[in-house]
């Protein structure tokens, strides 16, 4: 079965940026560790800070994969582009967030993905990653 992972904008920074918020790993040795720990799936990643390879990310792997984990970060308040990305897809999607964005700003509290989202994780830090992979993974 095949899962792509996708990351917004600043998740580059994980493990640098805001640790009290985001943590002090790097999404490329968690996503190592997730690779172990979920061998049986074929998890292909991608991260862009641009909002148009984010799309353009979503239609090319939206094709050939059962299912996507979706991290918008920023784009998620601003973005009906990816919005509309995400309705657009056959394969479902679920959308996380590492921190839980209605602990945060008023601005953090809506999301142009949500409606188009199987389902929405958010505040359980990186293992939001692996909650969305354990609705993917065969029982």
Do not use: W
Request: overall charge negative; some cysteine.
């Amino acid at each position: 079965m095949k899962i792509a992972i996708i990351n917004g904008p600043n998740l580059n920074l994980l493990g640098k940026r805001q640790p009290e918020i985001y943590g002090g790993q790097s999404f490329e040795d968690y996503l190592k560790q997730l690779r172990t720990a979920f061998s049986h799936l074929e998890i292909s990643y991608f991260q862009s800070n641009i909002e148009g390879e984010l799309v353009n990310a979503l239609h090319r792997v939206g094709e050939d994969s059962q299912g996507i984990i979706l991290n918008p970060a920023a784009f998620t308040h601003t973005s009906v582009a990816l919005g509309d990305a995400v309705k657009s897809l056959d394969c479902p999607l679920i959308e996380v967030h590492i921190s839980n964005i209605f602990q945060r700003e008023e601005f953090r509290h809506f999301s142009y993905v949500s409606s188009g989202a199987k389902a929405v994780i958010s505040g359980m830090g990186l293992r939001s990653y692996e909650l969305a992979l354990r609705y993917f993974s065969p029982a």
